[in-house]
């Protein structure tokens, strides 16, 4: 494992379990206690955890991480959610995908098994405001991109503000697989109220929105609303979730994959 995996990890258990102790990190990461001092200390410089007697604790910042350090969370969960989600995709279709973890694994699904383009197999065309998934998917020659323009941030490394949703009310997108950092009774949330808007523009581009999201971010709310619950079609989700929660998910109307 390398260091900045080491990181990663380290502050995925801070993330999940909101503090650690050092015993902790030396049980589950394999590494010396000094070790585990010293990633801690770098972590809290970095003002990404809070430094406490033998560990360390989440910081109230924590939603605001850049994806970099999110992508170990649920990622068993997340894995399955792209498979399923992938498997959705016809050839020919224009898809979209909003930044997140959970959509940029989809991203990576598709780059391992879209078929290659023929006469008889047309391509997937892809619009999205993340920075990282039309890098990924660029290279890829059975993907066509199309990226939305905008100013990345360097959180989520989406592209938000004006520019980003010029280009949407004159797109067609069959199918918009929409990550979310909260979904609850009311509807999708972001925690930002730019990616929230462009999220908001990409659904109202598309046929069909598809929410993604494992279960630890059901029933929950964050700063800005991106789409009412009632405007969700479909909902991929891990088997975490409870039966209370699946209860006032379909009473709106959504439909749900459990994988």
């Known amino acids: ?38 990633d801690l200390d770098l972590l809290a410089s970095q003002q990404l955890v809070t430094r406490t007697r033998g560990g360390a604790s989440a910081n109230p910042t924590s939603s605001e991480l850049p994806l970099r350090y999110r992508t170990t969370r649920m990622s068993e969960e997340k894995t399955r959610i792209a498979h399923a989600a992938a498997k959705l995709v016809e050839p020919g279709q224009t898809i979209a995908l909003n930044g997140g973890t959970t959509t940029t694994e989809i991203a990576r699904e598709l780059a391992l098994h879209a ?24 290279v890829r020659s059975h993907v066509r991109v199309v990226m939305t323009g905008g100013v990345p941030r360097p959180q989520s490394y989406e592209l938000v503000g004006p520019l980003a949703q ?81 209860a006032w998910i379909k009473a709106a109307g959504v439909e749900t994959m459990i994988v």
Do not use: C, W
């Open 166 to 246: 010029r280009i949407l009310p004159d797109i067609y997108i069959n199918t918009l697989f929409l990550g979310v950092e909260a979904l609850g009774p009311r509807g999708a949330y972001a925690s930002h109220e730019g990616e929230a808007a462009i999220n908001a523009a990409l659904a109202d581009a598309a046929e069909t929105v598809v929410a993604v999201s494992d279960h630890s971010k059901l029933g929950t709310s964050a700063f800005a609303l991106i789409r009412k619950l009632s405007q969700i079609d479909l909902l991929i989700t891990d088997s975490g979730v409870d039966e209370d929660t699946l």
């Open 1 to 38: 494992m390398t260091r900045h995996d080491r990181l990663s990890e380290l502050l995925a258990m801070v993330l999940e379990a909101g503090s650690v102790h050092i015993d902790d990190v030396v049980a589950q990461l394999g590494v010396s206690a000094a070790t585990a001092r010293r």
């Open 115 to 138: 078929p290659e383009p023929t006469l008889e197999v047309p391509q997937v065309t892809v619009v999205t405001n993340a920075v990282n998934i039309g890098y990924e998917l660029t």
